[in-house]
């Protein structure tokens, strides 16, 4: 992915902005209310795998195969504690240069963590967030893994959609 630029950016219609949240609930559950705003614009950014929502203008949340997810800022600014994984101090430089999770950097793993929907990891230490990735298996599948690749890494700390200017 070459460096993000905003294509194209405008206003959510008040219509839209319904099924944005209803969409958004369904991944992050109750925790969908630290994103409700009312300034929600869309940024359609250079290369177009991912369709970037701003709230008060601040990048917070995503959509990436149709699930609406909070970006890392998001995340960092309004944490909430669905859908994590909770990886040791050894994975983070990996995780932060992009590098997709093993099984063996795993601590936790929230109970509902679906099979190709978003993620967001965190540390271990500070319970802050790295990473936003795919999940690779459900929790259970994970839980009983030992080995192997638990989520493609999408979104870390120093990407180019964290240094996105707006």
Do not use: C
């Not at 959510?12 to 944005?20: A, F, G, M």
């Not at 369709?51 to 008060?56: A, E, S, T």
């Amino acid at each position: 992915m070459g460096k993000l630029t905003v294509r194209k950016r405008y206003a959510v219609r008040k219509s839209k902005l319904s099924e944005i949240y209803k969409k958004l609930e369904a991944t992050i559950g109750k925790s969908a209310e630290l994103f409700k705003s009312d300034m929600v614009e869309v940024a359609e950014l250079s290369g177009g795998e991912i369709v970037v929502y701003l709230l008060d203008k601040k990048p917070h949340l995503m959509e990436v195969n149709g699930n609406i997810f909070p970006t890392l800022r998001g995340a960092v600014e309004k944490p909430f504690d669905k859908r994590r994984i909770v990886v040791d101090t050894g994975a983070i430089p990996f995780m932060v240069k992009g590098a997709d999770l093993m099984r063996p950097g795993v601590l936790e793993i929230s109970y509902d963590v679906k099979k190709d929907e978003p993620v967001v990891i965190v540390d271990a230490n500070h319970k802050k967030p790295l990473a936003i990735g795919i999940a690779l298996m459900e929790a259970d599948e994970m839980q009983s893994a030992q080995s192997g690749k638990v989520a493609k890494n999408i979104h870390y700390v120093g990407d180019d959609l964290w240094n996105l200017e707006i």
